[in-house]
């Protein structure tokens, strides 16, 4: 991830992606490259080649919004992919700037802040509705004990894109395990926008980059994707298999933290196995809290 050259590096590789056919260019003759060519998409966007040029290297890093609406129309963006290119070419902080900003933070700059005392008192109060909480970069920050028992990815302290894309249980688990991990990669990139250089995406996507032939192929894809209502199809190793509806609430006041709310369509299988699994957990909870026998008979010496 080259955070110095970000519009370059998402023009090149959207350009990529668009076969020549589909932007009404005849192939003809050997191409050495995947998709358009560089002058193909500066003859298609009505600049010239050269400025073009400059864009992908670097050299030009404030186009007009009219060149970049006209590039996104050639690349074939729709409008989050258009709003993240646009966003690449905002004013942001120098690279001295947030290096200073990184170092007097210290370790703090790769936490989140925390989440609010009333947001973690409703989804402990939801026995029914698998609930967590994570940040932009998707690390878990809290979470109630339904979600944990739907998936030990759902726990404080875990990143859950990382966890699916590398841990082999967790492929078991998500009977969608190939549109979630597509999916979950573009809303990562719409989640961080053009804050490519923040310490903590750096650490995450250098990690993933080595571990993961499929989050290298996907994150090189510069697929922009905010997440959405979903179903979450799941393999549960106690239950079988589930069927659950996702939705994410943005939590006002916080920077990016969102709620992540699971419930079974009413009346249907996949409620009743949810609240066996409900029941499953309260009461694993209840008896990791029984006394052992040496505490009950030190209860019984202290009456």
Same mark, same amino acid.
């Given at each position: *991830?080259?955070?110095?050259?970000?519009?370059?590096?998402?023009?090149?590789?959207?350009?990529?992606?668009?076969? $020549?056919?589909? /932007?009404?260019?005849?192939?003809?003759?050997?191409?050495?490259?995947?998709?358009?060519?560089?002058?193909?998409?500066? *003859?298609?966007?009505?600049?010239?080649?050269?400025?073009?040029?400059?864009?992908?290297?670097?050299?030009?890093?404030?186009?007009?919004?009219?060149?970049?609406?006209?590039?996104?129309?050639?690349?074939?963006?729709?409008? $989050?992919?258009?709003?993240?290119?646009?966003?690449?070419?905002?004013?942001?902080?120098?690279?001295?700037?947030?290096?200073?900003?990184?170092?007097?933070?210290? %370790?703090?700059?790769?936490?989140?802040? %925390?989440?609010?005392?009333?947001?973690?008192?409703?989804?402990?109060?939801? %026995?029914?509705?698998?609930?967590?909480?994570?940040?932009?970069?998707?690390?878990?920050?809290?979470?109630?004990?339904?979600?944990?028992?739907?998936?030990?990815?759902?726990?404080?302290?875990?990143?859950?894109?990382?966890?699916?894309?590398?841990?082999? /249980?967790?492929?078991?688990?998500?009977?969608?395990?190939?549109?979630?991990?597509?999916?979950?990669?573009?809303?990562?990139?719409?989640?961080?926008?053009?804050?490519?250089?923040?310490?903590?995406?750096?650490?995450?996507?250098?990690?993933? @980059?080595?571990?993961?032939?499929?989050?290298?192929?996907?994150?090189?894809?510069?697929?922009?994707?905010?997440?959405?209502?979903?179903? *979450?199809?799941?393999?549960?190793?106690?239950?079988?298999?589930?069927?659950?509806?996702?939705?994410?609430?943005?939590?006002?006041?916080?920077?990016?933290?969102?709620?992540?709310?699971?419930?079974?369509?009413?009346?249907?299988?996949?409620?009743?196995?949810?609240?066996?699994?409900?029941?499953?957990?309260?009461?694993? @909870?209840?008896?990791?809290?029984? %006394?052992?026998?040496?505490?009950?008979?030190? /209860?019984?010496?202290?009456?």
């Amino acid at each position: *991830m080259d955070a110095t050259n970000a519009l370059g590096e998402f023009l090149r590789a959207r350009r990529a992606l668009i076969r $020549p056919e589909d /932007a009404g260019i005849r192939r003809g003759g050997l191409r050495r490259v995947p998709g358009l060519r560089r002058e193909e998409v500066a *003859m298609l966007a009505g600049i010239s080649a050269d400025y073009y040029l400059r864009l992908e290297q670097g050299r030009d890093r404030n186009p007009s919004l009219q060149v970049l609406e006209a590039l996104a129309d050639v690349l074939d963006l729709d409008a $989050p992919a258009t709003a993240h290119l646009i966003g690449l070419t905002q004013a942001r902080p120098s690279q001295a700037r947030q290096s200073r900003r990184s170092t007097d933070r210290g %370790p703090a700059a790769r936490k989140s802040e %925390p989440v609010p005392p009333g947001i973690l008192q409703l989804i402990d109060g939801w %026995p029914s509705n698998p609930a967590y909480v994570e940040n932009r970069f998707t690390d878990v920050l809290a979470a109630n004990a339904l979600a944990t028992a739907l998936s030990p990815t759902h726990s404080p302290g875990v990143n859950i894109l990382r966890a699916i894309l590398l841990d082999e /249980a967790e492929r078991e688990l998500r009977r969608d395990w190939e549109e979630l991990t597509e999916a979950g990669v573009a809303a990562l990139r719409a989640n961080v926008g053009p804050d490519v250089d923040d310490p903590r995406l750096v650490e995450l996507v250098g990690e993933l @980059s080595v571990r993961s032939e499929r989050f290298r192929r996907l994150w090189g894809r510069h697929d922009v994707r905010p997440k959405h209502a979903r179903v *979450m199809r799941l393999r549960h190793p106690k239950v079988g298999d589930l069927e659950l509806q996702s939705n994410k609430l943005a939590i006002n006041g916080t920077d990016g933290l969102i709620l992540k709310v699971f419930h079974a369509e009413p009346g249907s299988r996949d409620a009743e196995l949810l609240a066996i699994l409900g029941s499953l957990t309260a009461t694993s @909870s209840g008896e990791s809290r029984k %006394p052992t026998g040496a505490d009950e008979h030190q /209860a019984v010496d202290e009456q």
